[in-house]
């Protein structure tokens, strides 16, 4: 069975630029959460997304958003980037919120 | 406070040898815990879940202590393989909280 998928694996942006990052969890899972990894940090937490609802989010500001499809894929949206969104997005994906989160590859993220 | 706090390392250490991690959180309220284990520019993967009564999978051992909100992982007899950073996870109204990280080094 697949695991998480994100896509873009990598990808380049300048300052004031909009992103959209992409995720499928794997089958049958219905929560996605979305986290960002600085270098030398760990993963902070942005969103949580059940059954395309919000059900929790990070201390980050309102330039970052995000959806839940109907069928479970994620986007996260970052828009006016800034130098300091330059990091790892990760995606994890479970059956529903509580149980073990399965993380996917992320996207690397650099804004010049 | 940070919610989770590790050793800052990095833990440089020769094959053979026993290595310990710790952790503390602040929120007491706190449902659930886990180490990770990280490879470089890779995912984080769950090594092991965190019980009250201590739990041990091969030469990897974790215990939790609620009163103290004091988490540890001990792995013995390390392997060049073992090399990765480690973090401490803590679930907090249904979110993970990460600590920094702590980066281990098995050496020949």
């Known amino acids: 069975d697949a695991g998480v998928t994100q896509s873009p694996t990598h990808l380049i942006k300048t300052r004031g630029q909009h992103v959209t990052l992409r995720c499928s969890p794997i089958s049958g899972h219905k929560s996605v959460s979305w986290y960002q990894q600085v270098l030398g940090q760990g993963p902070q937490f942005i969103f949580q997304?059940?059954?395309?609802?919000?059900?929790g989010r990070g201390n980050f500001p309102d330039r970052f958003s995000a959806r839940q499809f109907p069928n479970y894929s994620s986007e996260l949206n970052v828009n006016a980037l800034l130098l300091g969104d330059s990091a790892l997005y990760l995606c994890a994906s479970s059956l529903v919120p509580g149980y073990e989160q399965y993380f996917g590859p992320g996207t690397r993220l650099t804004v010049t | 406070r940070k919610e989770v706090e590790q050793d800052p390392g990095p833990f440089n250490v020769p094959e053979g040898a026993t290595v310990a991690f710790n952790c503390t959180y602040s929120?007491?309220?706190?449902?659930?815990f886990f180490w990770y284990r990280q490879d470089c520019r890779k995912e984080p993967k769950l090594l092991m879940s965190v019980y009250s009564s201590g739990n041990e999978d091969g030469r990897f051992t974790a215990q939790l202590n609620r009163a103290s909100q004091y988490i540890s992982l001990l792995i013995r007899d390390s392997k060049l393989s073992d090399s990765a950073t480690y973090l401490c996870v803590v679930r907090s109204q249904g979110n993970l909280i990460f600590g920094k990280g702590t980066k281990l080094s098995v050496k020949p």
């Open positions: 997304y059940y059954e395309k609802e919000e059900r």
């Open positions: 929120n007491s309220a706190s449902q659930s």
